[in-house]
């Protein structure tokens, strides 16, 4: 409880101090001893964008995590391990499902207060399958041994997507097809209502997608890419606008 309270008070400092840049929140991970833990990469993607990076904790509590996301601009979910098929209706497919209960709770709290506070939401990799799941979507626990497919996925691969016209992702890169990295074993099965899928891989495995005007959500991390490549800062260029009203 201690470290929530000294998170909000620097939340409230940065709000007094820079006011013109929007606060993005982030969620984080757990190291095995339980400590915050998350790739830079995400932090400097926004801070790059325009944005000011608020590392969220693990929480425990609905009320923390709402009073958390009211007092940022923007929401980003980032990657992590799996997500409980429970959540979905389903048994732990193989060996291959691994899960954080905590980790869940927390994000789901947090994600759900985020979409009730109608802030700009970037869903990634782990984010981008709790969101269709949030939404009353299912999921893929494991392509390999569940998707007929030679296209690979996951252990740092890269492939192609196809990008449809009129999507955000279209917008920012003016491209109905691009290369992207690939960090996954888990994908979007069942798309949750109201959900437009955006770009699929050529295996039909779905790689973004949006919901409504409030989230933009990627199978693929454009964080990571965007440390060698300044193009792929445009999604976050993008959720900082909307951030700030924009």
Not at 25 to 37: E, F, K, L, P, Y
Not at 80 to 109: C, F, K, Q
Not at 118 to 127: D, H, L, Q, S, T
Request: charged letters at 20%.
């Amino acid at each position: 409880m201690k470290r929530i309270v000294l998170l909000l008070l620097a939340i409230a400092t940065l709000q007094a101090c820079r006011p013109s840049q929007p606060l993005v929140g982030i969620s984080c991970g757990r190291t095995s001893a339980g400590a915050a833990s998350l790739s830079r990469n995400y932090t400097e993607a926004v801070a790059r964008a325009g944005g000011v990076p608020v590392i969220f904790p693990t929480v425990a509590d609905s009320v923390l995590a709402a009073e958390l996301v009211r007092r940022v601009d923007a929401v980003i979910f980032s990657g992590g391990p799996d997500l409980d098929p429970s959540h979905y209706g389903e048994t732990i497919w193989n060996e291959t499902v691994e899960v954080d209960t905590l980790r869940d709770a927390s994000d789901l709290m947090l994600m759900r207060a985020a979409l009730a506070a109608k802030k700009p939401v970037m869903a990634i990799c782990r984010g981008e399958q709790l969101m269709n799941v949030v939404l009353g979507g299912s999921l893929y626990q494991d392509i390999p041994t569940q998707v007929d497919t030679v296209i690979k996925h996951g252990g740092g691969v890269w492939h192609r997507i196809g990008v449809e016209k009129g999507s955000v992702l279209y917008d920012l890169f003016g491209q109905d097809s691009l290369t992207v990295n690939s960090f996954h074993h888990q994908a979007v099965k069942k798309v949750a209502p109201g959900v437009r899928v955006t770009a699929h891989a050529p295996n039909g495995i779905v790689e973004a997608y949006e919901y409504g005007n409030q989230v933009i959500a990627f199978q693929f991390h454009p964080e990571g890419m965007a440390r060698t490549d300044d193009t792929w800062l445009a999604p976050f260029r993008y959720l900082v606008r909307k951030a700030g009203g924009k």
